[in-house]
């Protein structure tokens, strides 16, 4: 039953920290963290949150030609980038990536939110649109990372292109994985990528739940937390079943297991901690794993009051105070529709090299927050299963079973 | 308003297509077809007229003109055409 089992055979990150998974994991594993102040965002009226954690400048054209770019904002420029070290890493050729047995699956909260800012800028003071270039509609699509990125690598499957906010890539991995296990795919690129911008912050802004402390925030699960800090990236993972991948002869970083995927109805807002435990749990099913084999948990905890809360809660249910628990919001910040790829990343380098990369910026956990084991240093031991939470605004609630494979 | 010469047109069409389409002076000469030697497209075509429209100040689309337009002596010449207009 190869064809059922689904692993992961390359992975391609855009973040704070520059481009490349190599660049990330360096920094996570040294507990950097990339959130900087936005002065750029001084003159914004009513924005109280300057915080981000931005990717750092760099020259798209050294990446991709002009005929690519010209349809992409900075947020499926990333994915472009991130989605080619995916598939070198994967081995995936042109042959491969075109013969329709590859599909596509990116998706991000929006489109290109600076793009959205220059078309509007150049459309309302005159009602004109004579301004306007032929590339500005396919970067602000909703489907403009999975479209380009199918461009740019020459993917004929299937596209699809997931838009849930913080969820958005989490649900990407999770149809990949449908799509591989039904047999419709043999080999799926997913992942999610989102562009800092004051019109993202301003999101959790004008809910109280911007970060504002600079140099701790944000501070998932801490006793002084105050809120989140959005971040840029992309983060990009080729699923495949476990027969392609032998029969390609790739090495295997790990298994997906298991996809828990439900949603809340109690507020579309409000995080709910029984729809937590039931997502958990049906990932876990899924997987066939019991709650005693997991090895770590990757919260999803962005620093929010309810969120937290509602999370290590919903963790304390399931596996009480004895599996460790780490966010690594602290590092590279909410990075929204790439959070759960960039965050799967991290916990495959974690599994690979036995060791726990710690929340940064917890230094008191919340008495408020549930009874569970909060990683606050780094350590070794063995992790072979880590189940990876994500959840959205909008009652979205998701969670990732990961399996270490002998390849 | 100062008459254009046809240098001075030329120039100025030359930086608009290096500027937006990220090409080198040296690749703009008369002779040079818009697709097969510049790589233009149809997106291309369209943000091509859009870049020299606002260049010039004056509406190149509405007639025929533009479909004959293969090599960049046509877009001077066209450009020119317009200008007179």
């Known amino acids: ?407 | 308003m100062h008459k254009l010469s046809t240098e001075e047109i030329r120039e100025r069409v030359s930086k608009v297509l290096c500027r937006e389409f990220e090409l080198a002076p040296e690749e703009i000469t008369a002779e040079a077809r818009l697709g097969e030697d510049l790589g233009f497209d149809s997106l291309d075509g369209v943000d091509m007229v859009v870049a020299l429209e606002k260049e010039f100040g004056v509406k190149m689309g509405g007639n025929e003109d533009l479909r004959e337009v293969r090599a960049c002596a046509d877009i001077f010449a066209l450009v020119a055409d317009r200008l007179k207009q």
Request: proline share 4%; aromatic share 4%; net charge neutral.
């Open chain 1, 1 to 407: 039953m190869d064809h059922k089992r689904v692993v992961i055979t390359g992975i391609g990150a855009v973040s704070a920290f520059g481009l490349g998974a190599d660049s990330l994991l360096a920094a996570v594993a040294r507990g950097n963290s990339g959130v900087r102040l936005m002065p750029e965002w001084a003159h914004i009226r009513g924005l109280d949150s300057r915080l981000a954690a931005p990717v750092p400048e760099f020259d798209p054209r050294a990446h991709l030609p002009r005929s690519r770019r010209r349809t992409m904002g900075r947020l499926a420029i990333y994915a472009a980038i991130a989605a080619a070290e995916a598939t070198n890493m994967a081995a995936l050729d042109e042959k491969e990536r075109g013969n329709g047995r590859t599909g596509i699956v990116i998706g991000s909260t929006t489109g290109s939110p600076e793009v959205y800012e220059d078309f509007y800028r150049g459309f309302l003071p005159d009602d004109s649109i004579e301004d306007v270039r032929s590339g500005t509609f396919f970067k602000i699509m909703g489907h403009t990372t999975a479209a380009n990125v199918g461009q740019a690598l020459g993917i004929r499957g299937e596209q699809w292109s997931p838009s849930s906010a913080c969820t958005t890539s989490s649900q990407a991995m999770g149809l990949a994985l449908m799509l591989i296990k039904s047999g419709r795919q043999d080999i799926v690129l997913c992942g999610g990528a989102d562009e800092v911008h004051p019109t993202v912050t301003m999101v959790f802004d004008v809910i109280g739940a911007g970060a504002r402390r600079e140099g701790k925030s944000p501070a998932p699960f801490d006793r002084d937390r105050d809120g989140v800090v959005c971040g840029g990236g992309s983060g990009i993972l080729v699923l495949e079943s476990l027969a392609s991948a032998r029969r390609r002869g790739v090495k295997i970083l790990a298994e997906i297991s298991g996809f828990g995927h439900l949603t809340d109805i109690g507020h579309i807002a409000n995080p709910d901690k029984n729809a937590m435990i039931a997502a958990m749990r049906q990932g876990l099913d899924e997987s066939g794993t019991d709650v005693e084999e997991v090895d770590f948990v990757s919260a999803h905890a962005t620093g929010t009051t309810a969120g937290d809360i509602a999370e290590s809660r919903a963790i304390a249910a399931l596996f009480g105070s004895r599996v460790p628990v780490a966010s690594h919001k602290g590092h590279m910040g909410h990075t929204l529709a790439a959070a759960g790829a960039l965050e799967t990343i991290i916990s495959l380098a974690m599994m690979k090299k036995n060791e726990i990369f710690p929340t940064l910026n917890l230094e008191n956990p919340d008495p408020e927050c549930g009874a569970i084991n909060y990683a606050m240093k780094q350590k070794k031991t063995g992790i072979n299963i880590v189940v990876k939470n994500n959840f959205a605004l909008g009652g979205v609630n998701t969670s990732l079973v990961l399996k270490k494979i002998n390849g």
